[in-house]
T-cell receptor, first 112, second 112 residues
């Protein structure tokens, strides 16, 4: 099993550009989440999904969109990138009823 | 908002010594987890302790939970250079999805 995969590993955007961060898992997990990690802030939840077709907002959802059309994929869209979105983004998945989360390797995003 | 706060923020010890990290949280929890993050990588789940448990062991890891003080500690015994990483506590609350809230982390350096 590949576990949780994320692409790209690194990305540089200009202010106002849009892009999609990809996340996929092959463990048939129901739950998937997106976090951002900033220095001294720990991880903060952006959006999450409890199953295909069901998404909800986390702690810091503004400026991001998600969709979950399949169990495996959970892309994160930045609509109009801002320097404040410079961060490391992690996707995670977990089985329904279990809190242990499996994390992807992260995407390091810089917005100029 | 951050739920967990780790203490200390950074810890440097010699190989073979024990490392203790503490986590305090603010509101009632369903369970508390500890994760490890090696530099530039995703988080890896280490151990989960439920709110009705007081102590749990896994290999060289020992976790305690004091719900009256809203605090937990992670002890790593006989540390190794490979234990060098950041350690995060994460609290899960009641509810279907059980959103997990991460603390700010303790950076552990084990000197060979």
């Amino acid at each position: 099993n590949a576990g949780v995969t994320q692409t790209p590993k690194f990305q540089v955007l200009k202010t106002g550009q849009s892009m999609t961060l990809q996340c996929a898992q092959d463990m048939n997990h129901e739950y998937m989440s997106w976090y951002r990690q900033d220095p001294g802030m720990g991880l903060r939840l952006i959006h999450y999904s409890v199953g295909a077709g069901i998404t909800d907002q986390g702690e810091v959802p503004n400026g991001y969109n998600v969709s979950r059309s399949t169990t495996e994929d959970f892309p994160l869209r930045l609509l109009s990138a801002a320097p404040s979105q410079t961060s490391v983004y992690f996707c995670a998945s977990s089985r329904q009823g279990r809190n242990e989360q499996f994390f992807g390797p992260g995407t390091r995003l810089t917005v100029l | 908002s951050q739920q967990g706060e780790e203490d200390p923020q950074a810890l440097s010890i010699q190989e073979g010594e024990n490392a203790t990290m503490n986590c305090s949280y603010k509101t009632s929890i369903n369970n508390l987890q500890w994760y490890r993050q090696n530099s530039g990588r995703g988080l890896v789940h280490l151990i989960l302790i439920r709110s009705n448990e007081r102590e749990k062991h896994s290999g060289r890891l020992r976790v305690t939970l004091d719900t009256s003080k809203k605090s937990s500690s992670l002890l790593i015994t006989a540390s190794r250079a490979a234990d060098t990483a950041s350690y995060f506590c994460a609290t899960a609350h009641s509810g279907g999805y059980q959103k997990v809230t991460f603390g700010t982390g303790t950076k552990l350096q084990v000197i060979p």
